[in-house]
């Protein structure tokens, strides 16, 4: 027997391990070395976010352009050879709504609606039909086309779809979703386009949270701040410090016209209401037009250019665009509208809408409150200016059911701060008429209605990593 010695094996058991206590200085090196590495990743996805907010800002003044132009040789147009202008919108409308049925999904409507439909829902596929490329470029080409055609559709809605796509598009690179989500992304960028649109940063301010983000906590509102002010820097490097409507000094005497001015916030809640009911009602499949247009969208879009044809032939050329250049003339004095204005740019801008074709609602709703305002003035003997400006708020708070939003965009398109009060007291009073009409924003509303249907599959999610190793080695019985 050998008697095996264990002292040494044992002593070496017993033997702690030294613990080894980093240095003071290698351990600061080595949280450096992570805070720069956080702070590159971090810099790099600011960095994308403000290159995106500076592509709305330039996207969005080159799309003002477009469809200025477009708007422009219209009118042209009617002038020099008025039936080749008559007969574009039955022939351009159809043509307008195939492509965005079958090449440019998400592009037909407003825009507005597609955003908080999509903020509502941030799910990749709706982001994608949407806000994805198609929807886009859809947008961006065909609305200046049926612009061109005569529709009485406005370029700020689908501004804000164009701005809202981009930023979307931004959150597909690499991280980006560590620090910002797919919604708050959307509704920044669909607020700097209402910023560059309009050059109304503050109006943009007051969309996001009003509309766009309405009832919804808003994260990361310094990406907000930041590409309403780089998209905004854009706007005003390319076409200045100006105001949409020019500059205004219109006033009123707040005490003695104040049953004028109720009066009028009743009446805009009144026309603001029935307007965007109008509108609901034709895109509704449950009412007997909508039906006919979900049935025969192709032939309802020509009927749809007929009308407003047939209309422009009564009314004049002015049935035919957003009605911004008659709007700003008038509030300058140099042109009076008819009294029947309102009315016929309300109607041809649902007609246009009902159609299908990409544009927005914004500018004519501006338009239409300016032209009732005319009228109410003329039935009251009292100043143009200052009603117009009060029936514009009173209209698009009717349809938006944002009176802040509403009173804000207004301030600043005319740069007019004396009628701040009678602003803000007439965009509460037809609010509140218009909700008896319209239950909810316009916008929700629509954003609602819209149903989209994918042609492709759902995929597949591959596998658990060890399901997958299984079934790669299992081997199937012979026959």
Known sequence: MFLCDNSGLADQQNRKTPTVRPNSKNKWLAQSARLSRFMADRGMIVSVIYAFSLLVGFLA?????????????????????????????????????????????????????????????????????????????????????VIAAGAAAGREGPTVQIGAALMAYAGRFPNIAKLFDTRSLIIAGGAAGVAAAFNTPLGGLMFAFEELGRRKT?????????????????????????????????????????????????????????????????????????????????RFAAGCGVVLSLMALTFGVEVFGAGYEETKAALQDSEELSPMFWLTKMIATVVSFASGIPGGVFSPTLSIGAGFGHFFAGLTNSE????????????????????????????????????????????????????????????????????????????????????????????????
Request: proline letters at 7%; charged letters at 10%.
């Open 384 to 479: 143009t200016a200052p009603l117009m400006l009060l029936a514009m708020v009173g209209v698009l708070s009717a349809v938006t059911h944002c009176p802040i939003t509403a009173f804000v965009i207004v301030l600043e398109m005319v740069d007019n701060h004396d009628l701040v009060m009678p602003l803000i007291f007439v965009s509460a009073i037809s609010t509140q008429v218009s909700k008896r009409i319209l239950p909810a924003s316009i916008y929700h509303l629509l954003a609602n209605q819209i149903k989209v249907s994918f042609t492709q599959p759902e995929p597949v999610p591959e596998p658990p990593q060890e399901v997958a190793q299984a079934e790669a080695t299992t081997v199937e019985p012979k026959k």
């Open 61 to 145: 003044v080159g799309f003002a352009w477009m469809s200025d132009f477009a708007g422009e040789w219209n009118k042209e147009l009617f002038a020099e050879h008025m039936w080749i202008a008559l007969l574009l919108p039955p022939v351009v409308f159809p043509i307008a709504l195939w492509l965005v049925n079958t090449v440019f999904w998400g592009s037909g409507g407003s825009g507005i609606p597609q955003a908080i439909k999509v903020t509502k829902h941030p799910k990749p596929r709706l982001v994608e039909r949407l806000l994805g490329p198609r929807a886009f470029l859809g947008k961006l080409l065909i609305t200046p086309f």
């Open 218 to 298: 808003m994260r990361h509102t310094s990406a907000l701040l930041m590409a309403i002010v780089l998209a905004g820097l854009v706007a005003l490097i390319l076409q200045g410090n100006y105001s949409y409507f020019g500059y205004s000094n219109a006033t009123i005497d707040w005490g003695q016209e104040w049953f004028i001015i109720f009066v009028l916030a009743i009446l805009t809640g009144i026309v603001g209401g029935l307007y965007g009911r109008s509108m609901l009602i034709l895109v509704s499949s449950t009412s007997y037009l909508g039906g006919l247009r979900s049935r025969f969208p192709y």
